[in-house]
């Protein structure tokens, strides 16, 4: 990733099959993208040049992609601030959706620390702002609330990750007005079909797919295996795109957000929010294929 | 954190292998020519490791606390904080132990060194040669740029096992042995999330040095 600089994003390699994937946030019928773009570990380089020049890359294969949601967290150390740099570089796409979280013990500080996200990113105000593995939620979800009524936010949610404190998280799902909530859920790890995806239908909650590929260890995992035929019925040239498109293909699911450092990962991502989704016979089969191939 | 026995150490690092070894790189190529003073230091330090006596060992306790501080202001309060937000805590610690370390220097006979003519001493130099010349030559042979080498003064694991080999010929007390072992636990670990192939060696430098002082201080009660 480093070694070479950056790497500049030349544009589309393959023609887009299809319109854009949306699906719309349950709570205003707005339309997003089914993927958009994580940022835990891949965008942490720190002020190392040519690493914030690639990660720059990325944000502009995301965008021509077709891409609008992304989304960090002051837990990722200078996440914020490589995004911000990026986002500066490519004049602030207009269709950026910009979601972050509040990641803080005290209540009384979460504001200051949105102010300083905020700051970090360049934008004017946040699209989403998620209370980040429920911590403090109690404090953070009424000063959240408050700032989506004062108009300078315009969604609120709340985030968990490997499937921790689910039961906490169906609580607050039950009880407390959300436009989102972000969960782990890919291939192998589907408890979150038992639970949270039914319930956030049932209470028009916007769900945000992280770890879609087990932080790479899934891609990592599958890239010596060739691809099933199947693949090809779907438009998936990857194993990637098939990982992606059996998130997208869950129908209480908003939008997934894969993390890379490869401008050209970015691209290849945006396609699996393009022509067909699997249907539940071929998710079936992709689970059963991937549960013996990785 | 109410569920912390279903974290690991993965769930916080929050950084890749390749971004973690490139801040090697940056501060090499913003230090120079730093680097040639941190040799001569090092240089310097293993050879009063090497004489032995009063004298050398509090000169080896001076550059080695200026080590842990420049390593505590240079590489984890202005590199490792840019991507580690543990960063400045363990910049606290490094500074704590340099304090440590100007405090051992300032004892007339505390800092005395043994020689290093037994196997202890054997030992120590052993250490102290793969701190001064071992660590930088880790990168080119776990396939790494070069310019990502480990040196004393600069980087926190060579430094440390430098500091080990003293701590032995010291035969000092075991509060001075607290934050270098607890560094060598952590960088291991966070080497071995990382799948580095040189996750083990501050590990396996830190058990023989523990390992040796505990014997020798064994043996001497008997």
Not at chain 1, 36 to 57: H, K, M, Q, Y
């Amino acid at each position: 990733m480093l070694a070479g600089g950056a790497h500049a994003w030349a544009g589309p390699s393959l023609a887009a099959p299809g319109p854009l994937l949306t699906r719309p946030i349950p709570s205003s019928g707005e339309r997003l993208p089914v993927v958009g773009l994580g940022s835990w570990i891949t965008f942490n380089v720190g002020d190392d040049p040519a690493a914030r020049a690639n990660c720059t890359e990325v944000v502009r294969a995301f965008f021509a992609g077709g891409g609008r949601l992304i989304d960090s967290s002051p837990m990722y150390g200078s996440a914020q601030a490589v995004i911000g740099h990026a986002l500066a570089q490519l004049k602030y796409p207009p269709s950026l959706f910009a979601a972050d979280k509040v990641w803080i013990g005290s209540g009384a500080r979460g504001p200051a620390q949105v102010d300083a996200s905020r700051a970090l990113w360049g934008v004017a105000r946040f699209d989403l702002l998620q209370v980040h593995n429920v911590l403090a939620w109690e404090a953070h979800l009424p000063t959240l609330q408050r700032m989506k009524t004062a108009g300078r936010l315009r969604y609120v949610g709340i985030t968990t990750s490997e499937g921790r404190r689910h039961d906490e998280l169906v609580k607050i799902m039950t009880t407390q007005p959300l436009d989102f909530v972000q969960i782990s859920y890919n291939v192998l790890d589907r408890e979150v079909e038992r639970r949270i995806l039914p319930l956030a239908r049932e209470r028009n909650i916007a769900v945000i797919v992280n770890r879609p590929f087990r932080q790479g260890a899934l891609t990592q995992a599958l890239a010596h295996q060739p691809l099933p035929g199947w693949a090809a019925e779907i438009g998936c040239t990857s194993w990637a795109q098939v990982l992606l498109k059996f998130i997208a293909s869950h129908p209480d699911v908003t939008c997934a957000i894969p993390a890379t450092a490869k401008p050209a990962h970015a691209f290849e991502n945006m396609l699996a929010a393009r022509g067909p989704l699997p249907d539940s016979a071929l998710r079936r089969r992709i689970v059963a294929d991937v549960e013996r191939l990785a | 954190m109410s569920e912390w026995w279903t974290y690991s150490l993965s769930d916080f690092l929050m950084f890749s292998t390749a971004t973690y070894f490139r801040l090697f790189e940056l501060q090499n190529l913003a230090l120079w020519p730093v680097q040639v003073l941190a040799l001569a230091a090092g240089v310097a330090l293993f050879a009063c490791l090497w004489l032995g006596g009063a004298q050398a060992g509090r000169a080896a306790a001076v550059v080695l606390a200026l080590a842990w501080l420049h390593v505590a202001w240079r590489y984890f309060a202005q590199r490792y904080a840019t991507i580690n937000t543990g960063a400045p805590y363990f910049a606290i610690g490094f500074a704590a132990q340099s304090v440590l370390l100007f405090w051992l220097a300032s004892r007339r006979q505390g800092a005395r060194l043994i020689g290093p003519a037994g196997s202890l001493g054997k030992l120590a130099l052993g250490i102290a040669f793969v701190a001064l010349v071992g660590y930088p030559l880790l990168a080119p042979l776990g396939g790494r740029p070069w310019m990502q080498y480990e040196l004393f003064g600069l980087a926190p694991d060579p430094t440390v096992a430098f500091t080990l080999a003293a701590l032995l010929l010291w035969r000092a007390h075991w509060l001075l042995w607290s934050l270098p072992l607890l560094w060598g636990l952590i960088s291991s670990a966070t080497l071995m999330e990382l799948d580095s192939s040189q996750a083990w060696v501050l590990l396996v430098l830190a058990v023989l040095a523990a390992g040796a002082r505990w014997l020798a201080a064994t043996r001497a009660h008997k």
